[in-house]
């Protein structure tokens, strides 16, 4: 079935330490989106990609990383610049042909804790 | 800029009974509105939209939500409310007419918490 894929489900990691996570879409959507959710701040936008090898900011960019080489893959790097990593990670995707009136796509998130 | 609101950071309701979930939006022009549900340590899952026509919305699992444009709000909406609808609810906006990316907007979410 179509849908999206992240990996892994729960990390752990030390303070200092770099860590990726992985999103694959197999929905052939061009527009692909990581945000991220504490308790009580609903969804905050860390990056977006409307097409392969572009991507963009979004609200909270900083200490995050970001590379889009093939339409499926956009991996998401946690780096030691980020101030409180701690947080569950989401990854969406949207088929831009639908010019705004489509809804986006989530995976499963990724659970990151720092040690 | 544009904006969600959804004042009320839980709800209870007793199983068998109607539920409502506020949202209100701010947007610069007619706004697509969509809700997602989210059960514990998963991802968001659609549930319905507005983008125009008739005010009341149909979705899954029995959900509709009404548009008002007066009143900026499009609230969520079920007659008979189950257990296993508890769980996170968010509303979210995007303005189609913003240009080039259009942004979705999220808010804070709603816990609707059925109780049996």
């Known amino acids: 079935d179509g849908g999206i894929t992240q990996s892994p489900k729960y990390l752990f990691r030390k303070e200092g330490q770099n860590v990726t996570l992985s999103c694959e879409q197999n929905l052939n959507h061009d527009a692909m989106y990581w945000y991220r959710q504490d308790p009580g701040q609903g969804l905050r936008l860390i990056y977006y990609s409307q097409i392969v090898n572009d991507f963009q900011k979004g609200d909270i960019a900083e200490g995050y990383s970001v590379s889009r080489e093939k339409k499926e893959s956009f991996p998401l790097t946690v780096t030691s610049a980020q101030k409180n990593p701690t947080a569950f990670y989401l990854c969406a995707s949207y088929s831009s042909g639908t010019s705004g009136t489509g809804e986006l796509f989530f995976g499963e998130g990724s659970r990151l804790t720092v040690l | 800029a544009q904006s969600v609101a959804q004042p009320e950071d839980q709800v209870n309701v007793a199983e068998g009974n109607p539920l409502t979930v506020k949202c209100t939006y701010s947007v610069s022009g007619n706004p697509y509105l969509f809700w997602y549900v989210q059960y514990p340590n998963r991802g968001l899952q659609f549930l319905l939209k507005y983008i125009t026509g008739d005010n009341l919305v149909k979705g899954s699992y029995g959900f509709e939500a009404e548009f008002n444009k007066s009143q900026t709000s499009f609230h969520l909406k079920k007659p008979s409310a189950l257990v296993s609808d508890s769980a996170l609810y968010f509303c979210?906006?995007?303005?189609?007419?913003?240009?080039?990316?259009?942004?979705?907007?999220f808010g804070t979410g709603t816990k609707l918490q059925v109780i049996p």
């Open positions: 979210a906006v995007r303005d189609p007419n913003s240009g080039g990316y259009q942004k979705v907007t």
